[in-house]
């Protein structure tokens, strides 16, 4: 257990990739280092923001029903890509 929770905070603390762990409610509850630079605010910042926020709304389209069915157990997993704007616009 431990060696996995080690693994998940090296991926997530170190990624390359931009990675926010949220709540159900799509507030944001943790940043790593990659979508802090990504999106050009501190993760303090992004911290109680909402991931809607930041998404492009021309892609914003049935994520939160991807999400839903996630909740519901009706899935396992979903895989999106969506834009996002930076703070600079």
Not at 20 to 34: E, K, M, P, S
Request: a negative charge; charged letters at 35%; proline letters at 1%.
């Amino acid at each position: 257990m431990r060696a996995t929770q080690a693994r998940f905070h090296a991926v997530f603390r170190d990624g390359a990739t931009a990675i926010a762990i949220g709540d159900i409610n799509g507030r944001i509850l943790d940043v790593n280092r990659a979508l802090v630079d990504m999106l050009g605010y501190t993760d303090d910042e992004l911290r109680g923001q909402r991931v809607a926020d930041f998404v492009h709304p021309d892609d914003s389209g049935d994520m939160w029903e991807q999400i839903a069915t996630l909740i519901r157990g009706d899935r396992s997993h979903v895989r999106m890509e969506k834009r996002f704007v930076r703070r600079d616009g």
